[in-house]
């Protein structure tokens, strides 16, 4: 299925199940894994707006998946747990791995832009080896299990650094209200949003750039979907 397949069958899913959130708990903490994440949070975004109980704190898109891809791609290639920051969206272009936050880790150009391409499609590897018969649904069930882990510790009272796609202000300038980056989880939700690393390359900060035009489409996209017939 392309993103506009998703979006068709998931977008009013997604409203439905935000619109009873909104009624009957809206102070729970939504963890969208729907795809297409770039449209899905905007989607529960505005009809929490509307119903008057909006909380950015509270609202995440779960884009562990992308960290655990590239984690594990690195990981092999340095024979070693490594952890890889990865920020941006959850679709194609907008995934983007910052390598040059891996300690010890040299690449090539051909290496960096092929692993960059790897962790941006690597969904794609997965319904190519299954054949078209499914898609990637134990490293998706891992990563959603991840981030609802970081938020039952935070919630406890510990405090966690996480990556998610949430309500921020680093590209406002650039229309984007919504933008995956390193945040500080609490028993409330987000703490606090870290600004990306200042040391990453100019072949990240292109791939930021790139980014940019795709997230404000999704982002407009889910954001219509909601408010077209108010």
């Given at each position: 299925?392309?993103?506009?397949?998703?979006?068709n069958?998931?977008?009013?899913?997604?409203?439905?199940?935000?619109?009873a959130?909104?009624?009957?708990?809206p102070k729970?903490?939504?963890?969208?894994?729907?795809?297409?994440v770039?449209?899905t949070?905007?989607?529960?975004?505005?009809?929490f707006?509307?119903a008057?109980?909006?909380?950015?704190?509270?609202i995440?898109?779960?884009?562990?998946l992308?960290?655990?891809?590239a984690?594990?791609?690195?990981?092999?290639k340095?024979?070693?747990i490594v952890?890889?920051?990865?920020?941006?969206?959850?679709a194609g272009?907008?995934?983007?791995?910052?390598f040059?936050?891996?300690?010890?880790?040299?690449?090539?150009?051909?290496?960096?832009?092929?692993?960059?391409?790897?962790?941006?499609?690597?969904?794609?590897e997965?319904?190519?080896?299954?054949d078209?018969?499914?898609?990637?649904?134990l490293s998706?069930?891992f990563?959603?299990?991840?981030?609802?882990?970081?938020?039952?510790?935070?919630?406890?009272?510990e405090?966690?650094?996480?990556?998610a796609?949430v309500k921020?202000?680093?590209y406002?300038?650039?229309?984007?209200e919504?933008?995956?980056?390193?945040?500080?989880?609490?028993?409330?939700?987000v703490?606090?949003?870290?600004?990306?690393?200042?040391?990453i390359?100019?072949?990240?900060?292109?791939?930021v750039?790139?980014?940019?035009?795709e997230?404000?489409k999704?982002?407009t996209?889910?954001?219509?979907?909601?408010?077209?017939?108010?």
């Amino acid at each position: 299925m392309t993103r506009d397949d998703l979006f068709n069958t998931n977008a009013g899913i997604v409203r439905d199940l935000a619109q009873a959130c909104a009624e009957v708990c809206p102070k729970a903490k939504l963890l969208i894994i729907s795809n297409p994440v770039n449209s899905t949070v905007p989607i529960a975004s505005e009809v929490f707006k509307n119903a008057g109980v909006y909380d950015p704190k509270r609202i995440f898109g779960v884009t562990s998946l992308d960290l655990v891809r590239a984690s594990r791609f690195i990981g092999a290639k340095l024979d070693k747990i490594v952890d890889v920051p990865v920020v941006g969206g959850h679709a194609g272009v907008t995934i983007i791995p910052l390598f040059s936050q891996v300690e010890g880790l040299k690449l090539t150009d051909e290496e960096r832009a092929a692993l960059t391409h790897r962790v941006q499609f690597g969904g794609d590897e997965v319904v190519k080896a299954k054949d078209g018969l499914g898609s990637a649904t134990l490293s998706m069930a891992f990563a959603g299990a991840r981030f609802a882990d970081s938020l039952l510790r935070a919630d406890a009272g510990e405090e966690v650094l996480e990556w998610a796609f949430v309500k921020n202000d680093l590209y406002k300038s650039e229309g984007i209200e919504y933008f995956s980056t390193y945040v500080k989880l609490n028993k409330d939700g987000v703490k606090e949003i870290l600004p990306l690393p200042e040391n990453i390359t100019e072949y990240e900060k292109d791939l930021v750039k790139a980014a940019i035009p795709e997230l404000l489409k999704t982002q407009t996209k889910g954001e219509q979907f909601v408010n077209a017939k108010k």
